[in-house]
């Protein structure tokens, strides 16, 4: 299994490249929780989906880190990359959105991996099930003669564990059946604490998505499909994203997926804003101290 790390995000709100800001007690980044996470619940490759323009930094302060620890390979979004036929408008200048970096991955993977956001600490819990969901799914990928509905797995976090103090977020709220499959995901943007609670307009009980993903190789039968028909639509557009849960819903409606949600209780750490690093180095040094993890990872 290979763990997906989307890490191309320049994190504008935050003010400079998150995903490289030690928050941990021994200078980790919350990345440095994911794959020592991902390793010990049996992922052996970790994939980073990054831009050019730091590569050289990205490899030198992440990637050495994991040297002789799990293999790590490297795929590049750019603006360029797009299907046959396709080029990027003028006056865009970013890629195109989480759906896009996956799908520049594909060719990396060519068994079950999961997906991750690398600003993003999922705990422990979240990628033991997920490995054990996909360590039990069939390897089903690109050349497959059928397409009966693919077999994808969501960590889903209770809404009030996923919010910042310090601003409002966006979360993807879940409708998940009572057979646990995920029916759809809506987008709920401006999200605070004070949207939570009782009497108010979220119970703080919701499912949320935090991107955290498990798929096999037959996710880009159908994105390979979406990417361009997205193009074809929204080309044109310099703003316009493919989103990966826009995908993921649209192959649930078409009956080409099935999203079993495996529900975790613990709690998201994320630093949306700089005011958030205090708080997530708190719960971090805890998490030590509680012997969850050793006093250094790597």
Sequence with gaps: MSLLVLAAGLGSRYGGLKQLDPVGPAGETLLDYAVF????????RVVFVIRGEFAAEFREK???RYAGRVAVDYV????AALPPGFSPPTGREKPWGTGH??????????DNFAVINADDFYGAEAFQKLGEFLE?????????????????????????????????????ICDVGEDKRLRSITEQANLTPADVGAGRKFSGGETVSMNCWGFTPALFLSLDEQLAEFLRAQGGNAKAEFYLPTAVS???????????VLP??????????????????????????????PDKLF
């Excluded at 975790?264 to 997530?280: I, L, M, N, Q, S």
Aim: hydrophobic share 45%; with cysteine; charged share 20%.
């Design 76 to 79: 590049f979004q750019s603006l």
């Design 250 to 260: 649209a192959m649930i409606a078409r009956d080409e997926a099935q999203v079993r």
């Design 101 to 110: 970096a996956v799908w520049c991955a594909r060719e990396a993977l060519p």
């Design 37 to 44: 996470d991902a390793v010990r619940a049996g992922f052996g």
């Design 62 to 64: 992440i990637g050495a």
């Design 136 to 172: 039990k799914s069939e390897i089903s990928g690109l050349n497959a003669q059928v397409r009966p509905p693919a077999a994808f797995a969501l960590a889903g976090y209770r809404l009030a564990n996923t919010l910042s103090e310090h601003g409002a977020v966006s979360r993807g």
């Design 264 to 293: 975790t209780a613990g709690v998201w750490f994320g630093v949306t804003y700089r005011e958030d690093k205090p708080r997530v180095q708190a719960a971090l040094a805890g998490l030590v101290r509680d012997g969850e993890y």
